[in-house]
């Protein structure tokens, strides 16, 4: 069993500004892109981040829900739009240069899968399914960073991210 330490567990941004970011890089693709497919990017992007960097790029816990892994501060800024819309006007000045560069690849790497493709793929293994429980649809069961990191830096879990 490895032990990951995070280098840094104060995280440079918050999840909405992230999932702003990844919305307006969807429209300006034309990318489908829905409540439960941002989901699920957010918890690549936090993969991706937790390997490349080993630090979390935001701070709000990811949960395994029904249909996932979910952040509830993001769940419940979009639950009622059926059209995502960024959260911020701009985000040059909140987010760098390779950390825009870290989310655009997971947005492209994804463009092509469907939001129900996603939650297969993330219901198959990894993390999510190590804490999802039966019956437990919105209860607050967490998935830990550590293990976000452990699974993503194993070699399964870094094809889904690379």
């Known amino acids: 069993v490895k032990i990951f330490i995070l280098k840094n567990t104060i995280p440079k941004y918050d999840a ?12 300006q693709q034309n990318y489908s892109l829905n409540i439960t497919k941002l989901m699920k990017l957010l918890y690549f992007i936090q993969a991706k981040y937790l390997v490349e ?17 979910a952040i509830y501060e993001v769940f419940e800024r979009y639950k009622l739009f059926m059209n995502l819309n960024p959260l911020i006007k701009e985000d040059d000045d909140y987010i760098d240069n390779r950390t825009k560069k870290l989310i655009e690849f997971i947005v492209e790497k994804y463009a092509d899968k469907g939001p129900i493709d996603l939650t297969i793929q993330t219901h198959s293994s990894g993390p999510w399914k190590d804490h999802w429980k039966e019956g437990s ?18 070699e399964i879990g870094r094809k889904e991210i690379s």
């Open 16 to 27: 909405l500004i992230i999932s702003s970011y990844a919305i307006r890089y969807s429209q």
């Open 53 to 69: 960097k080993n630090s979390k790029c935001f701070n709000e816990k990811i949960l395994a829900w029904s249909f996932g892994p």
């Open 137 to 154: 649809e919105y209860i607050w069961n967490e998935i830990p960073v550590e293990e976000i990191k452990e699974y993503y830096s194993s």
